[in-house]
């Protein structure tokens, strides 16, 4: 019996090691991939869980990127609603409301924000404990959990090609259980875009309000 039970321990431990080695590996494959990625144009489907009131929204819309960390967000359905990371600063245009919000990029510099993680800037091997969790429709899964987490996220979900190394699906949870769910329905990796693609100006009208300097977190965008 005490043979047994420490075959099957030392078997446990084997496949413990293998999968964390295997969660390694995927992740190397995912930083390898977009460090050489300079463009991408997206689609995708959004999903946003209350957990305290159980509500769920879903969304549709588009995403472009250029790297170092330039962002169009586009959301199209239910609401319209157009957010661009620029050089300087971020927009957020609320179109129904007439209204356009300016943000400061230090809410999207941090790896633990889901824009770095869905456009797989986020320092995997670096900010996060990276752990094997199966595979799903082709796509391998990884649970990220922050050395350090925070407000907007204390654990990730990825979906990977295993091919490519490129995300096609993320679930972000913070701190209070709700859950962030985008996952791309189409993927076009080095796509051309133009200067024009991440600039900003409020439509005539529109009221803007500036929050460059007042203490806002990451999750009043994206959500």
Same mark, same amino acid.
């Given at each position: ?27 190397? *494959?995912? %930083? ?5 990625? &300079? ?6 489907? %959004?999903?946003?869980? =209350? #957990? ?24 199209? #359905?239910? =609401? ?6 620029? =050089?300087?600063?971020?927009?957020? !245009? ?25 456009? /797989? %800037? ?8 990276? #752990?094997?969790? /199966?595979?799903?429709? /082709?796509?391998?899964?990884? =649970? ?21 190394? !490129?995300? &096609? ?7 209070? /259980? ?20 991440? *600039?900003?100006?409020?439509? #005539? ?19």
């Amino acid at each position: 019996m005490r043979i047994n039970g420490m075959l099957a321990l030392a078997a446990g431990l084997v496949l413990l090691v293998a999968s964390a080695a295997q969660a390694a590996d995927i992740a190397a *494959t995912i %930083q390898a991939r977009y460090e050489k990625l &300079r463009t991408f144009s997206a689609t995708f489907e %959004q999903t946003l869980t =209350h #957990k305290e009131s159980g509500s769920v929204e879903k969304r549709q819309g588009n995403l472009l990127f250029q790297k170092p960390l330039l962002i169009r967000w586009q959301t199209d #359905k239910p =609401h319209e609603e157009t957010l661009v990371v620029t =050089h300087k600063e971020i927009w957020d !245009y609320l179109a129904d409301e007439e209204i356009a919000y300016r943000y400061p990029l230090e809410l999207v510099r941090d790896s633990r924000t889901i824009i770095q993680v869905i456009t /797989g %800037q986020a320092a995997l091997t670096k900010d996060f404990d990276v #752990k094997e969790a /199966g595979q799903e429709n /082709g796509l391998a899964k990884l =649970h990220l959990y922050p050395k350090e987490p925070a407000p907007q996220m204390v654990e990730a979900l990825l979906w990977v090609e295993p091919s490519t190394g !490129y995300i &096609r699906r993320a679930s972000i949870i913070d701190f209070y /259980g709700n859950s962030n769910d985008v996952r791309f329905t189409q993927f076009k990796p080095d796509t051309s875009l133009k200067e024009s693609d991440f *600039t900003f100006t409020a439509p #005539k009208g529109v009221e803007v309000e500036d929050r460059i300097d007042r203490k806002v977190q990451e999750k009043e965008l994206f959500k």
